[in-house]
Every structure is written in C-alpha cells, then in structure tokens.
T-cell receptor, first 111, second 113 residues
Framework: SQQGEEDPQALSIQEGENATMNCSYK?????LQWYRQNSGRGLVHLIL?????REKHSGRLRVTLDTSKKSSSLLITASRAADTASYFC???????????FGTGTSLTVIP | GAVVSQHPSRVICKSGTSVKIECRSL??????MFWYRQFPKKSLMLMAT?????????EQGVEKDKFLINHASLTLSTLTVTSAHPEDSSFYIC?????????FGSGTRLTVV
C-alpha cells in the first residue's frame, strides 16, 4: 500500500516564485527521499534526508523533515520553467527493505 | 556508480502477446529489486519485490500469474507481462537497493494495442 501522501496534488506558479510541496507518511522511517519525474520519463533522485536530520539543502532545494508529525516539505526557490515536473516523496520504512512513494505533486512553472 | 539499466524504454505490443522488461544492475550486485507501475498522472505503485534466487513477493491486488518476475542472478531481474491487454498499458520502473540507497531504471512505457 502507498505510504506517502502529498499536497498539493497540483501547483501552478510564476517563474521566479518559490514552490512548496508537502508529504505526509504513516509509519516510522529510516529516511525520506524526494524524486522528480518529467512527463513520461524515469525518476531523478533529488535529495535524501535521514530520520535524524531536520533540514537539508541542495542548490535551490530545501527539504525539511518532522518525524513527530510524520511529514516533510520540499521547497524549490526561484523556480524556473524547467522545474515543471511531478515531484514525489518516497519513504524508506524501518521495517522491510522497500519504500513507498507518495501520490506526487504536479508542478507547473509558468514562464 | 549504482546504475540500473532498464530495457526496453518503449514497447508496443498486440493484445494477447507477452512482453519482457529487463533490469540490470551494471556495477553492483542487487539481491533485491523492486518493480513499480505508474498510471498516467498517478503515483508509482509498488508491484512486487524481487529477490535473487527466490520467488517474488507481490503486493496485494497484483496478479502474480500476469506479471511474472524472475530474478535469476544478482544483476538481472525481469518482469514479463503475460497475455497483455490494453489496460496493462502503463509505465513500469524497476529499482534496486545498493549500499547507500536506491537507484532506479529509466522506465519502460508499455502500450498494448
């Protein structure tokens, strides 16, 4: 079963604005990852945050993790049209060795 | 490092035929691989976990006789969609766990006509 849920399901912003996506999950995790997927293409790994970390940065990406609320957020700053894609969170649970994907946020950045 | 090669990237087949999708770990040994399916504009759904040398573990609702998974070596897992129907048209992605996390294949877009 799916473990993560993301909101919003769709987000449309102007180029240059910031985009924030949220992910909630259900069980305890080892880590949480964010992926990007362009339409019809494979997944691209963006960033991994471990369960003992609260915030992580990578370029224009900022990820936060709140294990008490079982939630994470992905912030893309100064968005570009090329950021248009679907973004998924994926959780690596403490039990088992597979992880599950959230429902995804479809981001559209308008030039 | 930790590259998974997935083939084919696109395949069109006729209803009733079978299609095999391959995933190879190129520079590491993947004792466990995962197969996901994605419907248009939807999230990835885990279909099954493939373990080298043993039977795959299927998620609830996934027909194991329809989606045959074979993981005969530490570097190769295959997913065969048997007697394909148009509703099997989808995007299939494999994933493998390695030392530092997970890596994904580039995906296979299957169209059944």
């Amino acid at each position: 079963s799916q473990q993560g849920e993301e909101d919003p399901q769709a987000l449309s912003i102007q180029e240059g604005e910031n985009a924030t996506m949220n992910c909630s999950y259900k069980t305890s995790i080892n880590n949480l990852q964010w992926y990007r997927q362009n339409s019809g293409r494979g997944l691209v790994h963006l960033i991994l945050i471990r369960s003992n970390e609260r915030e992580k940065h990578s370029g224009r990406l900022r990820v936060t993790l709140d294990t008490s609320k079982k939630s994470s957020s992905l912030l893309i700053t100064a968005s570009r049209a090329a950021d248009t894609a679907s973004y998924f969170c994926a959780t690596d649970p403490n039990t088992g060795n597979q992880f599950y994907f959230g429902t995804g946020t479809s981001l559209t950045v308008i030039p | 490092g930790a590259v998974v090669s997935q083939h084919p990237s696109r395949v069109i087949c006729k209803s009733g035929t079978s299609v095999k999708i391959e995933c190879r770990s190129l520079d590491f040994q993947a004792t466990t691989m995962f197969w996901y399916r994605q419907f248009p504009k939807k999230s990835l759904m885990l279909m099954a976990t493939s373990n080298e040398g043993s039977k795959a573990t299927y998620e609830q609702g996934v027909e194991k006789d329809k989606f045959l998974i074979n993981h005969a070596s530490l570097t190769l897992s295959t997913l065969t969609v048997t007697s394909a129907h148009p509703e099997d048209s989808s995007f299939y992605i494999c994933s493998a766990r390695y030392s530092y996390g997970y890596t994904f294949g580039s995906g296979t877009r299957l169209t059944v006509v």
